[in-house]
C-alpha cells in the first residue's frame, strides 16, 4: 500500500514488458529479469585504482597522524595549571610568527 508523503507517491515496478529467463537447479521454477552480462575477461585484464587529489591527501594527513608524538598529558596539565595560577607568560611576538607562519603553509604564499 503507498503512502503519500507531501505529494510524493511512489510508483510501482512495471514488469510488463521485462524479459524474464528460466533457471533450472535450485531456483527452478522462478523467473529473473535478464540483462546482459559482462564479457568475461580476458587474460591480459587487469585491476587498478586510481584515487584523487583529494583522497591522496587525506591519506597523506593520515600518515602524518599517524606518526605524530603522542599527547604528554603531564606537560598539558602543567600548562593548565600555570595558566589557571596566572604563572604561564606568553610571548606574544612568538605567537604571533607562528600564526603567520601557520597561515603561509595553508594558503601558500611565502611573503615576508
Do not use: C, W
Not at 32 to 44: I, M, R, V
Not at 65 to 74: K, N, Q, T, V, Y
Amino acid at each position: 500500500m503507498p503512502t503519500d508523503i507531501n505529494g510524493f507517491r511512489p510508483r510501482g515496478l512495471d514488469t510488463s514488458d521485462s524479459k524474464s529467463t528460466t533457471r533450472s537447479g535450485p531456483s527452478a521454477g522462478r523467473t529473473a529479469q535478464a540483462t546482459s552480462a559482462p564479457a568475461a575477461p580476458t587474460a591480459a585484464a587487469t585491476d587498478s585504482v586510481s584515487l584523487t587529489d583529494n583522497a591522496t591527501r587525506l591519506q597523506h594527513l593520515g600518515e602524518l597522524l599517524a606518526s605524530a608524538p603522542e599527547i604528554d598529558r603531564a606537560r598539558v596539565e602543567q600548562l593548565r595549571q600555570s595558566i589557571s595560577d596566572g604563572r604561564y607568560k606568553m610571548d606574544t611576538v612568538h605567537v604571533a610568527d607562528k600564526l603567520i607562519a601557520l597561515e603561509r603553509t595553508l594558503f601558500g604564499t611565502n611573503k615576508g
